[in-house]
């Protein structure tokens, strides 16, 4: 005879998504749901080498882009390498970086560092430099220890359709 608990996490889990259950469930019928939106954003987060869904993941970014006449901007809040995935580590997160590669090429794309983002080597500045000449904006609070200064700038800002929008990078050192 086997007895099903929930957990405390999962408890908590849902009691902290409570309250947006009634904001959602408002918002559904608001005249504002039914206007056109000025922005979409698509996040995520915590990747971690994840390749067996790397490619859904970017056909469902296409799909979804292209649903849309609004401006979108992708936003990948760190947390993209894995260094207990053999195939990123023998590769040097070859997919990781294709997969980079393909985002800005749906929307313009953000990415936060995150403190696994340096998994693969030990200096994230050439990580960023490389980031960057993929075409993505990099943002983060985290603090290169050897010298006190930031991996990128912490805040950027983006023009997308009509909108101004300020970013800020905040990651977990």
Same mark, same amino acid.
Request: cysteine-free.
């Given at each position: 005879m086997s007895q099903s608990f929930i957990s405390r996490r999962h408890l908590l889990q849902w009691a902290a998504c409570l309250p947006l259950a009634g904001a959602v469930a408002g918002c559904a019928h608001s005249p504002v749901a039914q206007s056109r939106p000025k922005l979409r954003v698509l996040?995520?987060?915590?990747?971690?080498?994840s390749y067996g869904r790397i490619a859904q993941l970017l056909a469902a970014f296409r799909a979804e882009v292209a649903s849309s006449d609004a401006p979108h901007l992708i936003v990948v809040n760190g947390d993209s390498f894995e260094k207990g995935n053999v195939v990123s580590v023998r590769s040097e997160? @070859?997919?990781?970086?294709?997969?980079? @590669?393909?985002?800005?090429?749906?929307? $313009?794309? /953000?990415?936060?560092?995150?403190?696994?983002?340096?998994?693969? /080597?030990?200096?994230?500045? $050439?990580? /960023?430099?490389?980031?960057?000449?993929?075409?993505?904006?990099? /943002?983060?609070?985290?603090?290169?220890?050897?010298?006190?200064?930031?991996?990128a700038p912490s805040t950027a800002q983006l023009s997308l359709g009509d909108e101004t929008l300020r970013i800020v990078g905040l990651g977990t050192p």
């Open positions: 996040a995520i987060s915590d990747l971690h080498s997160g @070859a997919i990781d970086w294709a997969f980079m @590669a393909e985002l800005p090429k749906i929307a $313009p794309t /953000v990415f936060n560092l995150g403190n696994h983002d340096n998994d693969l /080597v030990h200096d994230l500045h $050439p990580v /960023v430099a490389r980031m960057r000449s993929l075409g993505l904006t990099v /943002v983060s609070n985290l603090i290169d220890k050897r010298t006190g200064q930031p991996y």
